[in-house]
DNA sequence: CATCGGACCTGTTAGC
DNA sequence: TGCTAACAGGTCCGAT
């Protein structure tokens, strides 16, 4: 369900009802998700006070002196602190016990989303090739320029390259540039410094404002307590294929690129 | 290496 | 109204 607004929403959330909290132990009802949840995640984590909940790229990570759960949401993942007597749904695949009597449940019903274990002190290889965080200083207009230098693909197929960048889904993608008056279709290499640098700030200032807002782009995101998101920013291009630009009142263009739906202004978006 | 297409799943929505 | 097809917020992997 996630971009990386809604991670961070759902880790803000979750925060503080798991950090100091022991857990009691660990229901799997399936054996996997994405890929096979590794046995340390039963074995190791029950009796482990969790000390933060961190988040790195789109994955959330719980820390524990045992080692780290690392939780990705994929498309249709929630995760929700319940009380223990709350109803076991077709698609609540993974519950943590909490020692307040209550339990981090995960729900995901696509299944895309992965549980992995990361070792005290390890890397795990699923956060190795993880390019910067969008809104920390490490990505700017320059580190953006040099990762297209040479690259052929679209400029949107590249914003959403996790090595490039990571956090930026298909939604903020075309919103992001949309404000920064660049088409999707633009080879990336092709773009200068100054419209790197056009680009990265919207990326920021995007993200950021969805998650002072706390995630709520997405229609059906439901947050730590499992409330839905008010959808409360204004998208721009995403979803509006074949309406006007809100901008100028063109009618929107779209196309499928790198298998997603992309949709622009062709008088706002210059190639 | 970069790029592309297919794959993984289920639920919702658009279209006939 | 009911059925079917297309599509959905992500990302990995193998082929080219």
Known sequence: ????????????GLAP?????????????RPDLRWPIPEAIVRQLPGQ???TVARRAKYLLLHTGAGSALWHLGMSGVMRVLPTTSPVGAHDHVDVGLDDGRVLRFTDPRRFGCLLWQAPGM???????????????DFSGATLFTASRGRAASIKTLLMDQ???VGVGNIYAAEALFEAGIRPTTPAGRLGHQRCERLAKAVKRILGNAIERGGTTLRDFLNADGLPGY???ELFVYGREGELCKVCGTRLESMRLGQRATTWCPRCQRA
């Open 1 to 12: 369900m996630p971009e990386l607004p809604e991670v961070e929403t759902t880790r803000r």
């Open 17 to 29: 009802l798991l950090e100091g909290r022991r857990i009691t132990g660990v229901t799997l009802r």
């Open 49 to 51: 006070r969790i000390d």
């Open 123 to 137: 890397l795990h290889p699923r956060l190795a090739g993880l390019g910067p965080e969008p809104l920390s200083t």
């Open 163 to 165: 090595a490039v960048v």
């Open 231 to 233: 959808f409360a920013q």
